[in-house]
């Protein structure tokens, strides 16, 4: 890990995940907390390409599942589960998925994920991603490209 030792000498805290599609085609962001999270990202990045024909390494729920540890999971670009849904007006099922990868990874490591990229279809995911109306009392984080707001959601 030259990178990680790299920017650690410089004061640079690096941030190390990957952007995966499920079996579903969904997308999904996953961001490492720590040395479980590597290896279980590596071990995802790896079996998702070993048991796909080349060109379409896909992680299924059960590998998602098994190695979870140590992940931060955003929802993901438009292409992700609940900014698909949301756009398509689907705010219920959109929620339930939220709900459902709160569960699956923990209420401190699942974020919404906002990205603005001056697209007209990025600005209708942000405001339909936006007006999930996540609880108040979580603070907004982010950068110029991407804003992460901690669930919970408001389900009904």
Request: glycine share 8%; aromatic share 6%; hydrophobic share 40%.
């Amino acid at each position: 890990m030259r990178f990680h030792q790299a920017a650690r000498e410089r004061g640079i805290t690096p941030i190390i995940g990957a952007e995966i599609t499920l079996d579903s085609g969904y997308h999904l962001t996953l961001l490492v907390k720590d040395d479980t999270g590597y290896a279980n990202l590596s071990e995802l990045l790896s079996r998702a390409q070993l048991e796909n024909k080349k060109g379409d390494a896909k992680v299924t729920a059960e590998m998602l599942a098994l190695h979870r540890d140590g992940l931060i999971a955003l929802s993901g670009c438009r292409y992700g589960e609940l900014p698909s849904l949301l756009l398509a007006d689907d705010t219920l099922p959109a929620q339930l998925a939220a709900s459902r990868y709160q569960e699956l990874f923990g209420h401190d490591n699942f974020y919404l994920e906002l990205q603005h990229h001056n697209l007209p279809v990025q600005d209708a995911a942000v405001r339909a991603v936006g007006n999930t109306r996540p609880s108040p009392s979580y603070p907004l984080r982010g950068d110029q490209q991407r804003a992460l707001l901690p669930l919970p959601m408001a389900v009904g």
